[in-house]
Each structure stands twice: as structure tokens, then as C-alpha cells.
């Protein structure tokens, strides 16, 4: 998707901080924190949401990803992966993406 600025900060057509990448997906913190650790993994290729025909090969890649993200920031006590599914659960950006939260006690309210 040609106007889709997640496709484009994970393919470095917009500059960011990749935390992680591989040939699949790239992961970068996120621009409005909603905790310590706040970090986007995404698919370098554009599926609207997690129900969009994502092929398998691409959720393990953002599975390994999740791991790869939580040691790089350290998150030993444990952390929280959400992913929103279209606007009425609050998915701003129609790109799949996984919000990988923690470095503070999260609670059991936040779910």
C-alpha cells in the first residue's frame, strides 16, 4: 500500500530505530508510548490486520521477533503483546502490527 507509513518505516522509506529486522518484519518503538517498553513489530508486507490472510510463514517471523524484542529491552519480568483488529478496538494504523509493552507492572486491569 503505497501511502501506508508502516509499510514504509519497516521498509527504511521513512527513517526510524529498528530495534529488530529480518527479511520478513522489522520492529520499532513506537512514536506515543503507552509504557516504559513500547515497541511495534510489523510485517515488511501490508496486511490490513491479523485476519487478512497472513501467510504463516509471517506470524512465526513476528513471533520470533516478540523474543527478539523483549531480550533487546531487557524484558525479564515479563511484558504484554497486543494486537488491536480494526478500528472498534482501536487499530489506528490498518496495518498489522503488534504493540510488545512492559518495563513496569502492567497489572491485570490492562488486557
Given at each position: 500500500?503505497?501511502?501506508?507509513?508502516?509499510?514504509?518505516?519497516?521498509?527504511?522509506?521513512?527513517?526510524?530505530?529498528?530495534?529488530?529486522?529480518?527479511?520478513?518484519?522489522?520492529?520499532?518503538?513506537?512514536?506515543?508510548?503507552?509504557?516504559?517498553v513500547h515497541t511495534l513489530v510489523?510485517?515488511?508486507?501490508?496486511?490490513?490486520?491479523?485476519?487478512?490472510?497472513?501467510?504463516?510463514?509471517?506470524?512465526?517471523?513476528?513471533?520470533?521477533?516478540?523474543?527478539?524484542?523483549?531480550?533487546?529491552?531487557?524484558?525479564?519480568?515479563?511484558?504484554?503483546?497486543?494486537?488491536?483488529?480494526?478500528?472498534?478496538?482501536?487499530?489506528?494504523?490498518?496495518?498489522?502490527?503488534?504493540?510488545?509493552?512492559?518495563?513496569?507492572?502492567?497489572?491485570?486491569?490492562?488486557?
Amino acid at each position: 500500500m503505497a501511502d501506508c507509513i508502516f509499510c514504509k518505516l519497516a521498509n527504511h522509506e521513512i527513517p526510524t530505530t529498528i530495534v529488530y529486522e529480518d527479511d520478513l518484519v522489522a520492529a520499532f518503538d513506537d512514536a506515543n508510548p503507552q509504557a516504559p517498553v513500547h515497541t511495534l513489530v510489523v510485517p515488511k508486507g501490508h496486511y490490513e490486520n491479523i485476519v487478512d490472510g497472513v501467510p504463516g510463514e509471517v506470524l512465526e517471523h513476528m513471533a520470533l521477533a516478540v523474543k527478539k524484542v523483549a531480550e533487546a529491552k531487557g524484558l525479564t519480568d515479563g511484558f504484554r503483546v497486543i494486537a488491536n483488529t480494526g478500528a472498534a478496538a482501536g487499530q489506528t494504523v490498518m496495518h498489522l502490527h503488534w504493540h510488545v509493552l512492559g518495563g513496569t507492572d502492567l497489572g491485570e486491569n490492562l488486557v
